[in-house]
């Protein structure tokens, strides 16, 4: 048994729409964003002043003037988890991180949010990217019970607007910041059980998606989206037939890549709308934080018996899912 007993957002209150993208003049307009790329705002932990005149050409000022780090996000996120979870800090008996563009290597990001939370239990960075909660899930159920600690804290946190090149007209529309966070515990049940959970990547493919420490994030963009559309299609159908998935009560959480992609999906599966739970619209894709995030956003509409289904893909080339039924 492992179960998820509250759950916590972080995002900046900065938002950049799309006709601010617009008139950056880097070849784009509200309406091609709209129709691609299906994001109307996204959040950023940078100024709307530093983006028009800098267009973020030194990634090293971002991280100096942003409003908050990764760290800041994460660490908010978790206090938010935790009191929803009605434990403290110090009932926390370890905590993972996922951070994949961290403004530092050491210490770890888990060692930081830890610290700051004056949290005692052991602490260390599991991360990939996009697919972070599923890894993160699926990490903590190939322990036996008695491994594990009362309480474990799992966190997301990506601050990527401080990596993305803002004269790509791509790019730029894509990108939000944000962190989540969920308290995990064997022992004691929670509003959602996790039934299943899967991951693995594909390591030939790894330059597919790159974030650079010093610089900008990279993709291949047409190859990434047409593998996430597939592998994510691949993954709901397989959990479609061992769960008896009924859409007209089941809901589905994809990875928050642009609102497109995951209209292909549900179309796809024939998932209804109202069952189809996302934030990318006005949030922007938060990397690893996205798919948390918005069950955290949805905590209160979850219904008793309901399954939710989460699939998530992205940089590695990895990818993955959980099921999860409300208790």
Known sequence: MLDILGMGTCHPTTSIDNKFLEALDVGTNAQWIEEKIGILERVTTLTADYIKTTRNQDPRMAAEIASMSATDMGTEAAKKALAQAGIAAKDVGMIIVNCCAPRETLPGEAVRIAERLDCPGVAYDVYTACPAFALHVDFLRNFREEELPEFVLCISTAAMTQHVNYNDRSDGAIWGDGAAAWVMSARHKGKLEVLESFFTADPTRCEAVVVDSFGFFRQDGRAVRDFSVRQTVRLVKSIEES?????????????????????????????????????????????????????????????????????????????????????
């Open 243 to 327: 769960h008896a998935i009924d859409w007209g009560r089941d809901v589905f959480i994809g990875h928050q890549a642009n609102r497109t992609m995951l209209e292909q999906i549900v179309n796809n599966r024939d998932i209804p709308a109202s069952n189809h739970w996302h934030n990318v619209t006005y949030l922007g894709n938060q990397a690893g934080a996205g798919a948390p995030a918005v069950l955290s956003m949805h905590w209160d509409k979850i219904v008793p018996g309901q399954h939710i289904v989460v699939a998530v893909v992205g940089a590695g080339l990895s990818w993955g899912s959980i099921v999860m039924r409300a208790r």
